[in-house]
């Protein structure tokens, strides 16, 4: 099992970045693949970005392609979304998730952060 808590989310004006961070508890992190989701209210859930296990490969959703980077860091135990060029239409909660699978984890992973506000003003 492991525990996720997201922090970096944040209020910032249109075309601006932010770098969100998602620690993991425990010494089993490498085994997980490692994702990010969005919500708004009253919307569903949806996938922003994954990475497998050891970084090699990453996904994004065509809304944020180009602009939102997935990394990870097995020795700190965190992953790690840094969103540049960001829009109003970013504003969400940002939740960081996990899963033994890569194509899992893009979809219905087992595990959720509590999730981290960004905003973006216009």
């Known amino acids: 099992q492991v525990q996720l808590v997201e922090s970096g989310g944040g209020l910032v004006q249109a075309g601006g970045s932010l770098r969100l961070s998602c620690a993991a508890s425990?010494?089993?992190?490498?085994?997980?693949?490692m994702g990010w989701f969005r919500q708004v209210p009253g919307k569903e859930r949806e996938f922003v970005a994954a990475?497998?296990?050891?970084?090699?490969?990453?996904r994004y959703a065509d809304s944020v392609k180009g602009r939102v980077t997935i990394s990870r860091d097995n020795a700190k135990n965190t992953v790690y979304l840094q969103m540049n060029s960001l829009k109003p239409e970013d504003t969400a909660v940002y939740y960081c998730?996990?899963?033994?699978?890569?194509?899992?984890?893009?979809?219905?992973?087992?595990?959720w952060g509590q999730g981290t506000q960004v905003t973006v003003s216009s």
């Open positions: 998730a996990a899963d033994l699978q890569y194509l899992a984890v893009r979809t219905t992973p087992d595990y």
């Open positions: 425990g010494r089993t992190f490498s085994r997980y693949a």
């Open positions: 990475i497998t296990r050891s970084g090699g490969d990453t």
